[in-house]
């Protein structure tokens, strides 16, 4: 698989990759639960177990939101929108800004936080427009990273020495970031920790040892193999 970026941190490389193969962000432990209607009456997700609110049972999203609300009492709700162009993004505010390309967005679902999470997830007896807040925010986030699932921005990362070369034992690699610019940090951190021992000079100097030693070992291997060639010549 070729990196997407191959770049020099703190001395060693670092390659930039794709994953192929991340776990989707609404198998984690999530505070909300998602709502997202495909075309038609097809239900793309839905993670309030056996209810549900089929869109043509009203008259508009204003409707539906109310009627969600009304089931779950004290409950925090997020409208869910997706754009699809060049892949599909999800938000909870919207693409309006975007009009002008004349990009596909609309309205598809909803995230909702009930009561008993929100209280639960934070650690209060009551309900106070703080912990409402920080619903929010945590659904704002639970979508972004549902975002960057479905539209592919999830890396890793792989360090290698200075000349690109695997380290052996320093060797590092790891998966499942979201966000290309969270796992390059995370990718530069490891990098730089990395570094402090691999160009310590008692670890250069054993590397050039163990360099010397497996030169020699295959030098003297070459030499049997071609006495015994001359023996059985």
């Not at 999203?61 to 599909?88: I, M, Q, T």
């Not at 070369?165 to 499942?176: L, P, R």
């Not at 990718?187 to 310590?200: C, G, L, P, R, T």
């Amino acid at each position: 698989m070729d990196a997407i970026e191959t770049y020099k941190h703190a001395g060693l490389t670092i390659e930039i990759h794709a994953d192929d193969s991340p776990e989707c962000p609404r198998e984690w432990d999530n505070a909300g639960k998602l709502v997202i209607y495909g075309r038609g009456n097809y239900v793309d997700a839905n993670e309030l177990g056996g209810t549900y609110f089929p869109t043509q049972d009203y008259s508009g999203w204003d409707e539906l939101d109310k009627n969600v609300l009304a089931c779950f009492p004290g409950a925090e709700l997020l409208p869910v929108f997706r754009y699809e162009h060049s892949g599909v993004v999800y938000n909870t505010t919207g693409f309006s800004a975007y009009d002008s390309a004349g990009w596909d967005w609309s309205r598809v679902g909803f995230i909702l936080c009930t009561r008993e999470t929100m209280l639960s997830e934070w650690g209060k007896k009551i309900v106070t427009r703080k912990v409402r807040e920080q619903a929010r925010a945590c659904m704002t986030s639970e979508i972004e990273a549902y975002s960057q699932w479905a539209n592919g921005e999830v890396y890793g990362y792989i360090i290698k020495d200075e000349n690109g070369n695997d380290m052996e034992d320093e060797s590092e690699s790891c998966w499942g970031f979201f966000g290309f610019d969270y796992c390059k940090s995370e990718a530069e951190s490891i990098a730089a920790s990395i570094a402090v021992k691999w160009f310590d000079p008692a670890t250069v100097q054993a590397r050039l040892d163990k360099a010397v030693s497996d030169a020699a070992a295959a030098l003297r291997e070459a030499q049997e193999a071609a006495g015994q060639q001359r023996l059985t010549a």
